[in-house]
């Protein structure tokens, strides 16, 4: 099993910036992917960020230039820089696992709201 805790969500104004931070515990494999997907009311999950290990991170279209995923191995944690916010990134964001053992594992989810 792998936990993962997310922090870093809340409240921000358009053109604002947030940083989410996931720590990942439990039975963390060598190879895995930890990343961010969102879900806004009404819609579906998407894809927000995932970073590979020993590969580039994958970043959806709608946020490229505008967030930044990285990772900290030594600690299994990843974190979403994200900039110039705008009301359609509002949103319950989730941390997300994956590993060819255990497959995919999410976090609690972290609300980030971007309103004037």
């Known amino acids: 099993q792998v936990q993962l805790v997310e922090s870093g969500g809340g409240l921000v104004q358009p053109g604002g910036s947030l940083r989410l931070s996931c720590a990942a515990s439990?039975?963390?494999?060598?190879?895995?992917?930890l990343g961010w997907y969102r879900q806004a009311p009404g819609k579906q999950r998407e894809l927000v960020a995932v970073?590979?290990?020993?590969?580039?991170?994958n970043y959806a279209d709608s946020v490229k230039g505008r967030f930044a995923a990285s990772r900290d191995n030594a600690k299994n944690t990843v974190y979403l820089q994200m900039n110039s916010l705008k009301p359609e990134d509002t949103a319950v964001y989730y941390c997300?696992?994956?590993?060819?053992?255990?497959?995919?594992?999410w976090g609690q989810g972290t609300q980030v709201t971007v309103s004037s």
């Open positions: 970073t590979r290990s020993g590969a580039s991170t």
């Open positions: 997300h696992y994956y590993d060819v053992r255990v497959g995919v594992s």
């Open positions: 439990g039975s963390i494999f060598s190879i895995y992917n």
